[in-house]
């Protein structure tokens, strides 16, 4: 199992929310190619970058572009150590993915853009998820929030290898754009509907536990990647995120026999109450 590091931009800063909320953020202060470097010297093989207005807003700002172009720079003067990125945020173009790729970004993750058009393909109308918007008081633009309905043609077989699809759950309930809007559809049937698509590699993050240090709730987990098991045989991989606050919460998910093949931890980092190098030390292969 990887230990992913997580790094939340918000107009270049280094933050991280309680819950996905924007109104409930706290600011650290700190230079993002300056962490990358960190977790690369404690043994981190992979880090998590999220532009967390790019979620909300369906586009990665221009600045935290630039900051991630210095952050993939200093992984790259880091080079005795292998560590590979990945990036989400408002990814919803395949010119986007291309533009990741190449600044040297490893994996993209992409949610909304792709999630939405299986939630529409289960007989949910365009009006069925302009009220659901309009519940969390956002209006919902199809084109900001699927501007290339066909993005999953245009992703050929080899780039998919390379795309981390994002299901971000509420309780039973899939969250998009920057998890401001719910929609009650079974994560584990947008899973195996992707992975038909050939999608093999899934984020599931608890939203409800995200950035509280509450601790993992691994029946979450357990409940959708079994689900998903019952309904596709193929191998597919996933990482999980959401809540993560002790050395404990990693050992549950270790001992927990579920196929998660990472990670994410974001907020115990910061706040010191996980060490890295220790945890990457007992448990990454």
């Known amino acids: 199992m990887i230990i992913i590091p997580a790094i939340d931009l918000k107009k270049s800063k280094v933050v991280r929310l309680y819950k996905g909320k924007f109104e409930k953020v706290t600011s650290y202060g700190l230079n993002p190619e300056e962490i990358v470097k960190d977790f690369i010297l404690k043994g981190a093989q992979r880090i998590h970058v999220v532009s967390l207005l790019g979620a909300k ?51 993209v993750i992409i949610g909304t853009a792709i999630v939405l058009p299986q939630i529409l393909e289960a007989n949910f109308t365009i009006s069925d998820i302009s009220r659901a918007y309009a519940f969390a008081d956002r209006k919902f633009f199809v084109n900001r929030e699927i501007p290339e309905p066909d993005i999953m043609d245009k992703i050929s077989n080899e780039i998919k290898k390379r795309v981390i699809v994002s299901v971000d759950v509420s309780r039973d309930s899939v969250a998009l754009s920057g998890w401001q809007v719910t929609i009650p559809i079974e994560p584990s049937w947008v ?81 010191q109450k996980i060490d890295l190098h220790a945890i990457i030390k007992q448990y990454q292969p």
Do not use: H, W
């Open 191 to 271: 899973i195996s509907k992707l992975a038909e698509k050939n999608f093999s590699s899934f984020m599931i993050t608890d939203t409800s536990r995200d950035g509280t240090l509450y601790g993992i709730d691994i029946d979450v987990f357990a409940r959708i990647i079994n689900k998903v098991r019952k309904l596709t045989a193929k191998n597919l991989e996933f990482i999980v995120g959401g809540g993560i606050g002790s050395e404990q919460d990693i050992e549950i998910i270790s001992q927990s026999n579920l196929p998660i093949t990472g990670v994410v931890i974001g907020k115990a980092l910061y706040e």
């Open 57 to 107: 807003e369906g586009k990665t700002l221009d600045q935290d572009i630039r900051v991630i172009e210095n952050m993939v720079k200093m992984r790259n003067l880091m080079a005795i150590r292998k560590c590979a990125i990945q990036i989400g945020g408002g990814i919803r173009r395949k010119d986007e993915v291309k533009q990741f790729f190449s600044i040297g970004i490893d994996y």
